[in-house]
């Protein structure tokens, strides 16, 4: 199951709130900790890796901050969480730079697993920063349209289960 950790949550909403609150000028880190309830010890660490990747810009001392380095619109939920994250390729042979996997030509699995690859990089890379402080609350205002197989969203079971299912009942 591919899960989301603290740190690419985090990143995200920092992200997000620096969109929201950074436009005109650094934000102190105290002041994004205070907003987002995270600690500034683990914030630091977020921010430093948002930093080096070249995402945002700091400057220490009085009136020094952070602030992003570019437009919201010009950040999309995807290259935020690959940064934070490493990789949201749902599986190990899918991951940017992994070796070939030996089992690649036979294996029956992988058409599914570059499939959902695909929709998980579609997704998070259709929706920028900019779509994220324009509708908070309401989520189906910023998803980005995604051409799903009309099978899969007309079964009501997944396949095979339907007729164990019935056979039951008969």
């Known amino acids: 199951m591919m899960m989301i ?3 690419g949550r985090y990143a995200l909403r920092v992200m997000a709130d620096m969109a929201q609150h950074g436009r005109d000028g650094y934000l102190p880190l105290k002041e994004i900790a205070d907003r987002q309830e995270i600690s500034e010890k683990y914030l630091e660490s977020i ?3 948002l930093v080096r990747q070249g995402l945002l810009t700091g400057v ?3 009136g020094g901050g952070y602030r992003l380095t570019r437009p919201p619109e010009a950040y999309t939920v995807g290259e935020i969480l690959r940064l934070s994250e490493g990789s949201l390729a749902p599986v190990a042979c899918l991951e940017e730079g992994a070796d070939p996997c030996p089992r690649r030509e036979k294996c029956v699995t992988l058409p599914m697993w570059k499939r959902l690859d ?4 579609q997704f998070f890379d259709g929706i920028t920063l900019k779509d ?6 309401k989520p189906d205002a ?3 349209e995604i051409n799903a197989p009309a099978e899969a969203s007309a079964a009501p079971y997944p396949a095979g289960k339907q007729e164990k299912s019935q056979r039951k009942h008969e």
């Open 5 to 7: 950790s603290t740190r």
């Open 60 to 62: 220490r001392g009085k």
């Open 142 to 144: 910023i998803l980005p």
């Open 132 to 137: 994220l402080m324009a509708s908070p609350g």
């Open 118 to 121: 695909d929709l998980i990089r």
């Open 47 to 49: 921010l430093m890796i």
